[in-house]
């Protein structure tokens, strides 16, 4: 059983009897997968904050024959996400990133472009955290491009529920970074119903719906 490495974001954690946990968590070569952490909730765990949700991580790991979970052999933090988490609503906008993450995507299929999507969009809000940037582009620009990269985006040129200034802002996140779209005044407003309706599309494929979705209706 040799060890492998793998870079991953971590999705969720579960408790396992009294000191342990199933980790959930996206690897950028091997797709979703969940795995066992020994001595995670142990107040003394080597794994420190690396196991918060969303925490971009190198995990050793490896795989016993027959066995549905990977065995988790150590996990080195490449970029915490633990402050963004204490500001409320960048802490739900992380949370819905997780949800969309595990539940859409299906086990063990190496997505290496959604992969990177996440790495962008949780860059964004980090860093928006210190200049005051809103949420909005990022989980704008995320919803867009789940719903591109899955196959099922719809003309939204058709779309009646999508107003002319929504697809503008859609034309231009689909054709640039986040990093390098317009200047423009982001409230909860803008894109709104272009987000609705992506959410929609998500939840239809999905075939449930996201818990975390009507929290982001309700931020200010």
């Not at 954690?13 to 142990?42: C, H, N, Q, W």
């Not at 929504?166 to 034309?171: D, I, K, T």
Request: proline content about 4%.
């Amino acid at each position: 059983m040799a060890t492998r490495q793998t870079e991953a974001i971590i999705l969720r954690t579960y408790p396992l009897k009294e000191a342990d946990k199933i980790v959930s968590f996206f690897s950028r070569d091997m797709g979703k997968a969940r795995g066992v952490a020994r001595g995670a909730r142990k107040p003394k765990s080597s794994y420190g904050a690396s196991l918060e949700t969303m925490s971009h991580v190198r995990l050793q790991y490896f795989e016993r024959e027959n066995a549905e979970l990977l065995s988790i052999d150590s996990c080195e933090l490449i970029q915490s996400h633990f402050e963004s988490q204490q500001d409320y609503d960048r802490g739900v906008a992380l949370a819905y990133f997780a949800e969309v993450t595990d539940q859409l995507l299906p086990d063990r299929e190496p997505q290496d472009a959604f992969f990177r999507l996440l790495l962008v969009v949780l860059e964004d809000i980090r860093l928006g955290r210190e200049s005051g940037r809103a949420i909005w582009p990022a989980i704008t620009y995320f919803d867009l491009w789940v719903v591109r990269l899955g196959g099922f985006l719809p003309d939204l040129a058709t779309a009646r529920e999508v107003c002319a200034e929504s697809r503008e802002v859609a034309a231009e996140m689909l054709r640039m970074p986040l990093a390098g779209i317009a200047p423009r005044t982001w409230e909860k407003r803008t894109a709104q119903d272009l987000r609705r309706f992506l959410s929609r599309q998500m939840e239809m494929h999905a075939e449930r719906t996201f818990k975390t979705r009507p929290l982001l209706e309700h931020l200010d």
